[in-house]
């Protein structure tokens, strides 16, 4: 009966095997999940589907806005509060606006020129723009070769001009294109063709040097070639020198965050394509992560695209996770304080979502503003009900709030159980929580070597304290049973060899 | 342990004799990998049961040791060519070896250069082993003893290996070392024959195929 059973399902394989191979060759190419919108990757750097984390809200143009001259090639972005500024750097103008909601955003004010001051009035191609704590207005007036910094009213303070240091070359013209501004209203800003780090001006307008460059790289058989190569070649060849970084970011704590292009050697040796800079200029990025953080972990062309993400601009959320815009396929990558990446979504195209060349990302609260400066628009991303828990998850272990946070990291598991930061979280809950060898579970899953380590350790000493008697009766054991044997052995040799029997059998 | 040099009659008793001269071999390399085939304290049976712990313990340990330590992408594992990895490189370096030093004066046959490896291979079971238990009970920060130790197991393979074939073979340390190298050499060589060979034989076959093709098309 057993085997009659046994042919019958052989049998019925093999026909739904065969029927699976006659079907059209399209039910294939479909069921080949080839990504949808929100994806991560895992431990192995596989490309792993995930729930949504944003969906756009709105996109606004030139026409939603209310603008008599359309937009053109908007660069920059800056908020404060609940005010956007856009750069419009094609028409020489920042547009004030102000967010009453995220369907809603209205222009407040067009600022095209400053008042006073000794050079032009009018803005020349301004591509960023960053305001102070006190108010002052920072534009990156590229056009104008400055720095201009204005109060509210837009009246003159001071301007920043190209750095005199001997290292520069004289003919080169000062094209500041990113900035930002500390609390203190030091001003950080990279310009075009200069690659010695992040320019610094003290608050008094006074150029105190530079900060943070990118280390060179270089890679062997190049410094050999270039060791062997006469004058001529060896003019012709790369040079070694630092990349420019892309943009900067003054987060809450007044760390910056700066991006930097990486060339395709540097994304395949899992280079950081972020930096985070302290006041000393050193980098203190935190990389837990399974990967760098640097985008895409697949650079292979694809849709007319190739080659590493380009992050062209960041932002960081006041629960420490910042998400890089990536101009190269237009997409967004989310990563939280440990490195680890949160979301990645987006892509190249006219969908509302997806973008043509993004040039620039901002936040207010969990809300994304990003700009488009070929579709001339910026959209609104909100986060969806998964993305507001993984947030809340991530503020509540920020407050201490460990059980609370486990719940929460729960809930997202039920909802994609496939991401990998909920089994992280739920473990670093529980680790906090003293429930080690629960805790242990959800790491190995996730092959948290560094986590399920803290977790095992407390475990071990605990299992250890608990089972001193134990332990100690097993050693015991191990060392007396043989000990007492051997003892026991010769002394009974002894017994039997010794003198007194031996003469008591000879009489 | 060595004072016993008395043939024994008893097959069984063989087996496990030979089997636990393994343990003096890899402790006296010298005088144990002479007195292997020289007073025929070895066993074929013996070193296929260490050859075969060897792929057991090296299999084993994918799914038995830490993911500290080893993480394995199952998806990507095909278990024969893994053992593959083991038994392909050790049948290079047997036939290499033989090759070679038959044509320089080696005293050891084929049998006798297998038996020897395989012999030589014994610390490898016997320290991962007890290792692979041992790395579920550390953490990250102690997995510098396991890396170690670990290490450690594989160099004293490896100069096993090299002293056997200088007692098999008889030579002196030089000429052995000279051989050891050959070796590698003729394994490389064989390899890229290998190569050449399939390729030529995948490119006639296909060759053959695409003839029949064409004239199905035809007729």
Known sequence: ?507 | MIANTKPIDNPKDRYIDSLKYALYCITHPLDGFWDLTHEKRGTMAAANTILFLTLLIRVLKLRYTSFIFITVYWEGINIFLYLASILFPLALWVVGNWGLTTLFDGKGKLGQVYMATCYALTPYPLIQFPLMIFSNFVTVEEAEFYSVVSALSLVWAALLVIAAMGQIHEYSAGKNILFTVATLFAMLVMIFILMIFFSMISQGVAYFISLAKELMFRM
């Open chain 1, 1 to 507: 009966m057993r085997k009659k059973n046994f042919l019958m399902r052989t049998g019925m394989a093999i026909l739904a095997i065969t029927a699976a191979f006659l079907q059209p060759l399209q039910v294939k190419a479909t069921s080949t999940s080839e990504g949808g919108y929100t994806y991560n990757y895992d431990y192995w750097g596989d490309y792993v589907n995930s729930a949504d984390f944003y969906n756009s809200c709105k996109v606004f143009t030139s026409s939603e806005l209310g603008l008599d001259l359309k937009l053109k090639n908007p660069q920059g972005l800056f908020a404060e509060g609940n005010t956007l500024y856009l750069c419009d750097s094609g028409n020489n103008r920042i547009i004030e606006l102000n967010r009453v909601s995220p369907e809603q955003l209205e222009v407040v004010r067009i600022i095209d020129k400053i008042n006073g001051g000794s050079g032009s009035k009018e803005l020349n191609n301004p591509t960023d723009v960053a305001v102070s704590e006190d108010g002052n207005i920072f534009i990156a007036d590229n056009g104008n070769a400055r720095v201009v910094k204005v109060d509210k009213d837009l009246n003159f303070i001071m301007e920043f001009v190209k750095p005199t240091d001997n290292t520069l070359d004289p003919k080169l013209v000062f094209q500041p294109t990113k900035l930002a501004v500390d609390t203190a209203e030091r001003v950080y800003c990279i310009a075009t063709g200069i690659n010695k780090g992040l320019i610094k001006y003290e608050n008094d307008g006074t150029f105190s040097g530079f900060v943070g460059a990118t280390p060179v790289t270089f890679n062997w058989t190049d410094y050999i070639w270039k060791k062997l190569a006469s004058q001529e070649q060896r003019a012709k060849m790369e040079s070694f020198v630092p990349t420019e970084y892309e943009n900067i970011f003054m987060d809450y704590e007044g760390f910056i965050y700066a991006t930097k292009a990486r060339t395709l050697e540097q994304a395949q040796a899992d280079e950081n394509a972020v930096r985070k800079l302290n006041l000393m200029g050193n980098d203190i990025l935190v990389s837990n992560g399974d990967w760098s953080v640097g985008g895409d972990l697949y650079l292979g062309s694809g849709g007319g695209y190739e080659g590493p993400s380009i992050l062209t601009d960041i932002t960081v959320m006041d629960n420490d996770v910042y998400v890089c815009l990536d101009r190269n396929r237009g997409r967004l990558f989310g990563y939280d304080d440990q490195g680890k990446m949160v979301f990645a979504f987006g892509g190249n195209g006219n969908m509302d979502g997806y973008f043509r060349r993004p040039s620039a990302i901002e936040h207010i609260g969990h809300e994304l503003y990003v700009v488009d400066s070929l579709d001339c628009s910026i959209t609104v991303l909100v986060p969806t009900q998964f993305g507001d828990l993984v947030y809340q998850a991530v503020e509540e272990f920020d407050k201490g709030n460990y059980e609370t946070s486990g719940a929460a990291w729960q809930e997202v598991l039920n909802q994609n159980g496939n991401y990998d930061l909920a089994y992280i979280g739920i473990g670093r809950s529980l680790l906090r929580q003293e429930k080690y060898e629960e805790a242990m579970k959800y790491f190995e899953l996730k092959y948290d070597a560094e986590n399920y380590s803290k977790a095992y350790k407390q475990y071990r000493k605990i299992w250890v304290e608990e089972h001193i008697g134990w332990i100690v009766a097993v050693i015991l054991l191990l060392f007396l049973v043989p000990l007492s044997i051997g003892k026991v052995k010769s002394i009974r040799h002894e017994i039997d060899t010794a003198d007194i029997f031996v003469v008591e059998k000879k009489g």
